[in-house]
């Protein structure tokens, strides 16, 4: 079981860039997709996520209006389409599986990303 | 947005001691709190969710408890391999956040 990033780089400020998330062993359409960053020397910030169809998708407001998460499961796989970068979207991309567990009390899900990718570093820089 | 504090900051433990670390969340999230370790230059590596659950594979030292706003992760016997830094994250709602980490050294 395993994904792998890949499509990251140098890019300017105000550039685009899209990155690519390769799933294997899995199936892939059954399972939730996330991104997540995390810049240089510091903490894990979630960027976004999208439902196994495709249909539902949320992103955090950092990203919002910029980034767009999309997935290809007949390819297996995510992609995250990222506009108008600034030099604070520097990160290394972690592309993770999120799978999901039920509380029959509740009939609540729980969500949790347990397969990561290496990441895709990107740089945004002039 | 829900703000996940993590204490302490960093910490030195002996091989064979007790760890725990303790992570509050801003507002109630139920048992919607998983755990992470991550080694420098690697992916973060999942080892509880929903609190208390066990990631397969992860060693049984390992373990989770709490529920609402205050949560724990204990290691009941530290390992060389232990070392890293640790996060805990929730699900409860989006954005979903995580806290600032836990460095955790061997001494």
């Known amino acids: 079981v395993q994904v792998v990033e890949s499509g990251g780089g140098l890019v300017q400020p105000g550039g685009s860039l899209r990155l690519s998330c390769s799933a294997s062993?899995?199936?892939?359409?059954?399972?939730?997709m996330s991104w997540v960053r995390q810049a240089p020397g510091k903490g894990l910030e979630w960027v976004s996520y999208?439902?196994?169809?495709?249909?539902?998708?949320y992103d955090a407001d950092s990203v919002k209006g910029r980034f767009t998460i999309s997935r290809d499961n007949a390819k297996n796989s995510l992609y995250l389409q990222m506009n108008s970068l600034r030099a604070d979207d520097t990160a290394v991309y972690y592309c993770?599986?999120?799978?999901?567990?039920?509380?029959?009390?509740?009939?609540?899900?729980?969500?949790?990303?347990?397969?990561w990718g290496i990441g895709t570093m990107v740089t945004v820089s002039s | 947005d829900i703000q996940m504090t993590q204490s302490p900051s960093s910490l030195s433990a002996s091989v064979g001691d007790k760890v725990t670390i303790t992570c509050r969340a801003s507002?109630?999230?139920?048992?919607?709190l998983n755990w992470f370790q991550q080694k420098p230059g690697k992916a973060p590596k999942l080892l509880i969710y929903?609190?208390?659950r066990f990631q397969s594979g992860v060693p049984s030292r390992f373990s989770g408890s709490g529920s609402g706003t205050d949560f724990s992760l204990t290691i009941s016997s530290l390992q060389p391999e232990d070392f890293g830094t640790y996060f805990c994250?929730?699900?409860?709602?989006?954005?979903?956040?995580f806290g600032q980490g836990t460095k955790v050294e061997i001494k």
């Open positions: 929903a609190a208390s």
């Open positions: 062993k899995f199936t892939f359409s059954d399972y939730y």
């Open positions: 507002q109630s999230i139920s048992r919607f």
């Open positions: 993770a599986r999120v799978s999901r567990a039920i509380n029959l009390e509740t009939a609540h899900y729980y969500n949790y990303m347990d397969v």
């Open positions: 994250q929730q699900s409860y709602t989006t954005p979903w956040t």
């Open positions: 999208i439902s196994s169809s495709g249909t539902t998708i």
